[in-house]
């Protein structure tokens, strides 16, 4: 039986407008809409996989990338060979001609694509194509929320959180050291010392910054400082993580197995964090999990936009020996989470689990209507 070939390739971004009301304030600024970038994959035999690549800030940029150099290097291939695609991708493209995040993060969706593909001619959910199992993964409450509130505020927020399910939350830091340790503090006396606790800097923070919060940090018990600088800036983790025993999590802006080599070489962060529409797809975040492996290292991935990536990162963590966390999102609207798809991507147990959602593939089924009521809205998706 010949295998069915790849015979078109389209970028479908996508957007919504954030209210107001449910705009969060972050380290990298006030959300005011949400992008996403979705990648069509269709066979000679009318087959049709669907994956995400993260939108980057630039979702047309990615599209046009999907739609031209990714188009044109994997027509005509082995819909099922997604590591011979990945290889000429990365051959063709990343290794050769550069653009090293856009095309990674377009890769990312293609690759995605494939693997649903692949699910399809099984007839098997994700998670057993890897060789895993539908077991539990512990989940923190993330996404865009638990942002630069009053302390009074966060506490209401972090409150909802647990009363929903969750056993672990993720803070956002990146303010004032001052501000950052006040809203710790009553985040933890809030919530006792059997909620664990996480801090996301996004980036934000300068090695004065980290050396003022990290007693208050240890003290509150933070399980990790998550990104408290850009990922190029390896002097920084250096010197950071001799500043406390508070370790230090990096990976969401880490691209392919070759900065997670780096990353791990350096030996300086205590967990890894690919984002399967970020780091080069499903394929790579599997050699990226059995890297971390080697290192005793467990990976939690950042989740991106949508049910798509959300319901494949469980999939993924099912099928891994070193599972970490799995990063709920709790935004307090998004569509992309809610109504992409013909069901939620994941719903939370009594243990505050996950499970990978059950049927073919990543066991959702897409929702062209909402995709074509959703166009690219132009602009920045935080100001």
């Known amino acids: 039986m010949k295998p069915p070939k790849i015979a078109d390739i389209r970028a479908v971004p996508i957007s919504f407008v954030v209210p107001p009301e449910h705009s969060v304030r972050l380290g990298i600024g006030r959300s005011v809409k949400r992008d996403a970038v979705l990648v069509r994959v269709e066979t000679n035999e009318g087959h049709v996989g669907w994956g995400e690549a993260h939108h980057g800030r630039a979702p047309g940029a990615i599209a046009r990338l999907v739609d031209t150099t990714l188009r044109e290097l994997a027509i005509g291939f082995d819909a099922f060979d997604v590591h011979g695609v990945w290889a000429r991708v ?26 649903d593909l692949r699910c399809q001619a099984t007839g098997w959910p994700l998670y057993r194509l890897l060789g895993g199992s539908a077991r539990p993964i512990k989940a923190y409450a993330g996404g865009i929320a638990l942002g630069y509130q009053e302390p009074g505020q966060l506490v209401e927020e972090a409150r909802r959180h647990v009363a929903s399910g969750y056993r672990a939350l993720k803070l956002r830091v990146g303010d004032t050291a001052a501000r950052d340790i006040a809203r710790v503090r009553a985040v933890r006396q809030a ?77 300086h962060v205590g967990f890894v964090q690919p984002d399967l529409s970020k780091t080069g797809g499903l394929t790579e975040a599997m050699r990226i999990a059995a890297m971390a492996s080697a290192q005793k290292l467990t990976v939690n991935p950042h989740t991106s936009a949508t049910a798509i990536n959300m319901a494949a990162s469980i999939h993924f963590l099912s099928a891994v020996d070193n599972p970490g966390y799995f990063e709920g999102d709790v935004t307090t609207l998004n569509p992309f989470r809610d109504s992409l798809a013909d069901r939620l991507p994941y719903s939370l147990d009594e243990q505050g689990c996950v499970r990978p959602p059950e049927g073919v593939g990543i066991g959702l089924k897409i929702d062209t209507a909402f995709i074509a009521d959703h166009p690219l809205i132009d602009g920045p998706c935080y100001v």
């Open 191 to 267: 919530l006792g010392d059997d909620i664990e606790l996480l801090a996301d800097a996004n980036t934000s923070y300068s090695l004065d910054d980290v050396r003022r919060v990290m007693p208050a940090f240890e003290e509150c018990n933070i399980a990790w400082l998550e990104e408290p600088f850009p990922p190029q800036d390896r002097r920084a983790y250096a010197r950071a993580a001799q500043l406390g025993r508070v370790p230090l999590a990096a990976g969401e802006n880490h691209y392919t197995r070759y900065e997670f080599a780096q990353l791990l070489e350096d030996g």
């Open 90 to 115: 990365y051959k063709m493209q990343l290794a050769s001609h550069g653009m090293g995040a856009a095309a990674a993060l377009a890769l990312s969706g293609l690759d995605l694509a494939l693997w």
